[in-house]
């Protein structure tokens, strides 16, 4: 059974976060049913989710720069540091013959990206709408002062680390 399905709530109104959002969620359940048969076929699906998570968080991270993110945003560092462990979950698996961190990063991966696409992906679909981005063109209709980036994790009041013990990627590779 799938760690995470694609739902209403995970909708960000965003057309094209949205769809990428649901290929992620197709390509971690495929991941997930894939492992199931053996490990090689569980590798070879979480490696095919690791490259669409490559563009992914390069497309959001480019449409932060281009409305107004500071470069250091944590929105930016998470996306970072999930990549990092995805791709040590890769090495593992291929140079150790370690399979213990690929069958626990997946359902923590479907636990991070819930509440991650809740939480800082809602903020930057609401901050792309507040300012007119197209995302197509490149546009933005009403850009933010520039001398004030969006620092942070890209909402008033809203610190990084907000997310709750357990929820985080990161604890899969442990």
């Not at 569980?42 to 500071?70: C, K, N, P, S």
């Not at 626990?104 to 507040?130: C, I, N, Y």
């Not at 007119?132 to 610190?159: A, E, M």
Request: proline letters at 5%; charged letters at 15%; aromatic letters at 6%.
């Amino acid at each position: 059974m799938p760690t995470l399905t694609w739902s209403s709530a995970l909708a960000l109104s965003h057309p094209q976060m949205d769809a990428t959002h649901q290929e992620f969620v197709d390509l971690l359940t495929a991941a997930e049913n894939a492992l199931v048969a053996s490990h090689e076929a569980g590798l070879a699906a979480y490696e095919a989710l690791v490259v669409h998570t490559i563009g992914h968080f390069g497309q959001e991270d480019r449409w932060m720069q281009a409305t107004g993110y500071a470069a250091d945003n944590c929105h930016t560092g998470q996306h970072q540091q999930v990549l990092m462990l995805m791709q040590e979950v890769t090495r593992l698996a291929r140079e150790e013959n370690d399979w213990g961190p690929l069958e626990r990063v997946l359902p923590e991966l479907g636990k991070w990206f819930e509440m991650h696409a809740q939480t800082m992906d809602a903020m930057l679909a609401s901050h792309l709408e507040q300012v007119g981005y197209d995302p197509d063109s490149g546009f933005v209709g009403h850009p933010l002062n520039t001398s004030q980036p969006v620092s942070g994790c890209g909402g008033s009041g809203h610190s990084c680390g907000s997310e709750p013990a357990g929820h985080t990627a990161e604890t899969a590779a442990a």
